[in-house]
């Protein structure tokens, strides 16, 4: 069963900056979209940004215009670039990448945490 290994995670200041990866320890084809997801204690899940297999970019309204989704597409590598981070950024982040045929697969999760 491949795995998603994420890594870049920490703790920063208000204001900072963190870059978040994400890489399969397999193969995974075809890949439909990639992207990261977020929880923060006692809430829900919820979407952070996405990048589909032809490059087309979602963001939260929330981080839009601070975040940057990317990939390497030989690699099946994604990216998260987070810029003038805030404190309700504080989240577990995890890594998830959609292939048909398959439930879609999910990183262990890396904690992210914002002081003011």
């Known amino acids: 069963q491949v795995q998603l290994v994420e890594s870049g995670g920490g703790l920063v200041q208000r204001g900072g900056s963190l870059k978040l990866s994400c890489a399969p320890s397999?193969?995974?084809?075809?890949?439909?979209?990639m992207g990261w997801y977020r929880q923060a204690p006692g809430q829900q899940r919820e979407l952070v940004a996405t990048?589909?297999?032809?490059?087309?970019?979602n963001y939260a309204d929330s981080v839009k215009g601070r975040f940057s989704v990317s990939r390497d597409v030989a690699l099946s590598q994604v990216y998260l670039q987070m810029n003038s981070l805030k404190p309700e950024d504080t989240a577990v982040y995890y890594c998830?990448?959609?292939?048909?045929?398959?439930?879609?697969?999910w990183g262990q999760g890396t904690q992210v945490t914002v002081s003011s």
């Open positions: 998830n990448i959609q292939s048909p045929g398959t439930s879609g697969y």
């Open positions: 990048i589909d297999s032809i490059g087309n970019t």
């Open positions: 397999g193969t995974i084809w075809p890949i439909v979209s």
